[in-house]
């Protein structure tokens, strides 16, 4: 079965500090992967999606970039956060069928201070 | 208007209730249908996955579109603490992207 691992679960970081997340999934083969970021009372806001190795789409422009290294690796990373970079991130993926559903991990809370 | 309508509640209902949780959309190019369950400081959990119009049931649990309408609903049964959480509701086109709903907060309490 498919499963995403995310890491770490919880992050404290600077304001200007920069962010390495990332996302590794097993199970499957040239998934689709998402990056969302939950806001509290906001839902879930799409970040990037990446098709295969090196294919980033980007939703929402911002300080944040992501890069698709190896074909389960997704990463989330920023050079400068900002407050308002606090959120939930959650990876997401779905199979070689893009009619399935997505699947989620377990997300990393970030605070900025 | 949203394209994804979703009350935020919080739905507080005693233990055994039936409770019903419902989101309306704006999108008629909308044919996949998804719910989801969130629990604190975790990930959503898929639930329900339908395609088009009418019901399907898993255990305690049934959804139902209504493409007519747009209106779909999540029903639980003999709803259980162990069922607080955060229900979204989430639904796409021909797009594999899908557009979520914000969440209901549900509070089952014994």
Known sequence: SQTIHQWPATLVQPVGSPLS??????????????WYRQAAGRGLQLLFYSVGIGQISSEVPQNLSASRPQDRQFILSSKKLLLSDSGFYLCALTGTDSNQ?????DGTRLSIL | QKEVEQ???PLSVPEGAIVSLNCTYSNSAFQYFMWYRQYSRKGPELLMYTYSSG???DGRFTAQVDKSSKYISLFIRDSQPSDSATYLCAMRGGSYIPTFGRGTSLIVHP
Not at chain 1, 101 to 105: K, N, S, T, Y
């Open chain 2, 7 to 9: 009350d935020p509640g």
């Open chain 1, 21 to 34: 997340l990332e996302c590794t999934v097993e199970g499957t083969s040239n998934p689709n992967l998402y």
């Open chain 1, 101 to 105: 559903p997505q699947h989620f991990g």
């Open chain 2, 55 to 57: 019901n399907k049931e």
